[in-house]
């Protein structure tokens, strides 16, 4: 048997802000009832986190639970642990109406970092990611260019971005020629 690796093995580029493919990182996509208690439970039992409000993010590391939509959650675990806690958050679910499926490998994540973070994904993305707008805990889904794509930031210069596995070497792309040495906006 194979061993998985991430989408572009660990790409990486230096240039205004650091982008950088994060490797591989396990993903539960949960639909159901966010306010169920059961459900609630079974989140909270898989990352130690409550579940976040809308827009919200509560990440440590590449644990933690993002809002997706009303009715959705992204599930962060370690990838090596994915399959355990989706097997025990099914199993938690059983009685409820709710599904959670493995969407790991139908990932890419990119770290972008450094005092131009904001800049980089700000000509990508049509969100206002002033200080004042967004912060860490917060999360948008949003357009990357042409793509889907979700971001929130693990601290006040560091966004984690997540898109489709198929779309990665686009959005690494992207992500590349916004950081060019020289092409600084100065808005952020």
């Known amino acids: 048997m194979s061993e998985p690796i991430s989408a572009l093995n660990h ?7 650091k982008v950088e493919e994060c490797g591989l990182q396990g ?7 966010l306010s169920d208690k059961v ?4 989140v909270k039992d898989a990352t130690g986190q409550k579940v976040p409000g809308q827009r919200e993010a509560f990440i440590d ?3 933690g639970v993002c809002w997706m939509s009303t009715d959705e959650l992204l599930v962060l675990v370690p990838y090596a642990e994915v399959e355990a806690k989706l097997a025990t958050m099914n199993n938690a679910l059983s009685g409820i109406h709710a599904l959670a499926v493995n969407v790991s490998d139908a990932r890419a994540v ?12 700000g000509k990508l993305a049509p969100v206002d990611l002033s200080k004042e707008a967004f912060q860490p805990g917060q999360i948008r889904r ?6 889907a794509g979700a971001f929130w930031m693990d601290d006040t210069e560091t966004f984690r971005v997540v898109c489709f596995r198929s779309t990665a ?12 040495p020289g092409s600084e906006v100065g808005f952020y």
């Open 11 to 17: 790409a990486s580029y230096d240039g205004i802000a």
């Open 169 to 180: 070497d686009y959005v690494f792309n992207l992500l590349k020629v916004a950081a060019q």
């Open 110 to 121: 990119f770290r972008v970092s450094g005092a131009s973070a904001r800049e980089v994904l």
């Open 142 to 147: 949003s357009r990357l260019a042409q793509v």
């Open 61 to 63: 590391g590449d644990t």
């Open 39 to 42: 459900l609630a439970k079974a």
């Open 27 to 33: 993903m539960i996509t949960l639909r159901g009832d």
